[in-house]
């Protein structure tokens, strides 16, 4: 059974920033892609980042790109998100997500591609 923790939520004002970790256990980590998700009350969970199992590939939702950056330590088994720049349209709960797919060629926006999910840790951007 795989285990994601994220932590490092909190609240921030706007133009500020947060680090976000999420800790994996139960597979080698290694070999799957992870994501980032969001959910903001009342709306959809949607996609904000993601990143290869290797580390090499990233992409990012256009409302974060720039401001936001997905990392990933292998060695730690976690995977990172550093948000910059925040804005009170950041708040939502934010999710970590590993990929189905071990050894996935890119990474996926696709929620559905994602079988195992954190808790989920609160951001709330104060304008």
């Known amino acids: 059974q795989v285990q994601l923790v994220e932590s490092g939520g909190g609240l921030v004002q706007a133009g500020g920033s947060l680090r976000l970790s999420c800790a994996a256990s139960g597979r080698t980590f290694s070999s799957y892609a992870m994501g980032w998700f969001r959910q903001a009350p009342g709306k959809e969970r949607e996609f904000v980042a993601t990143?290869?199992?290797?580390?090499?590939?990233?992409y990012y939702a256009d409302s974060v790109k720039g401001r936001f950056t997905i990392s990933r330590d292998n060695a730690k088994n976690s995977v990172y998100l550093q948000m910059s720049s925040l804005k009170p349209e950041d708040t939502a709960i934010y999710y970590c997500?590993?990929?189905?797919?071990?050894?996935?060629?890119?990474?996926?926006?696709?929620?559905?591609?994602?079988?195992?999910w954190g808790q989920g840790t609160q951001v709330t951007v104060s304008s």
């Open positions: 990143i290869s199992w290797r580390g090499g590939v990233t």
């Open positions: 997500a590993a990929d189905s797919r071990p050894f996935r060629v890119g990474t996926s926006i696709n929620v559905n591609d994602y079988d195992y």
